[in-house]
Antibody
């Protein structure tokens, strides 16, 4: 059974970097048939896809235009996990953040992390 | 980006009655290479991540009760709950995975 366990701080100051990690069990971050995603959910934005990484002989990355330039998703094969970094955060980045596996739809999700951007 | 629009925004249904939620995409989700629509349905309860109910527009995820069914193709889709149970109270979302950026409908709140 695939399980995704999120970790990371729930409070980030404006202009700083939001960092979250998603540890995978029951699957491999290097699997060549799935993709690993970050999404967020807020009352103002609803469910918003942020980006993904996947391995098909090499690593690929796709990011949402709304966060492009500020976002990095990194796989870590040694720890079988992937991470999210979102730079220069503002209060508008306050949301519940989820990691999820797509194959083809989002069947597996992390538990969610409420991240508040506030000084 | 593909825009997903659900209707209605909220719905009140009696226990045992049928509930129907509609979803319209701004572009066809039909993949002509496999004749499948890249459309999924989820339910979400407070404090939990979304739970996958249906994918490929009409394929029920393992363990999902058969009172949940999905239909439609191209740009118009429907989620039907044939006989509403108390545990079905939730917000329901449609989702397109045809192309990135993946997008979701705004959600339909289902109440008893």
């Amino acid at each position: 059974q695939v399980q995704l366990q999120q970790s990371g701080p729930g409070l980030v100051k404006p202009s700083q970097t939001l960092s979250l990690t998603c540890a995978i069990s029951g699957d491999s971050v290097s699997s060549n048939s799935v993709a690993w995603n970050w999404l967020r959910q807020s009352p103002s934005r609803g469910l918003e896809w942020l980006g993904r990484t996947y391995y098909r002989s090499k690593w690929f990355y796709d990011y949402a235009v709304s966060v492009k330039g500020r976002i990095t998703i990194n796989p870590d094969t040694s720890k079988n996990q992937f991470s999210l970094q979102l730079n220069s955060v503002t209060p508008e980045d306050t949301a519940v953040y989820y990691c999820a596996r797509v194959s083809p739809a989002f069947a597996y999700w992390g538990q969610g992390t409420l991240v508040t951007v506030s000084s | 980006d593909i825009v997903m629009t659900q209707s209605p925004d909220s719905l009140a249904v009696s226990l045992g009655d049928r509930a129907t939620i509609n979803c319209k995409s701004s572009r066809s989700l039909l993949d002509n290479s496999n004749n499948k629509d890249h459309l999924a349905w989820y339910l979400q309860k407070p404090g939990q991540p979304p739970k996958l109910l249906i994918y490929w527009a009409s394929t029920r995820e393992s363990g999902v009760p058969d009172r949940f069914s999905g239909s439609g193709s191209g740009t118009d889709f429907t989620l039907t709950i044939s006989s509403l149970q108390a545990e079905d109270v939730a917000v329901y979302y449609c989702h397109q995975y045809d192309s990135v950026p993946y997008t979701f409908g705004q959600g339909t709140k289902l109440e008893i």
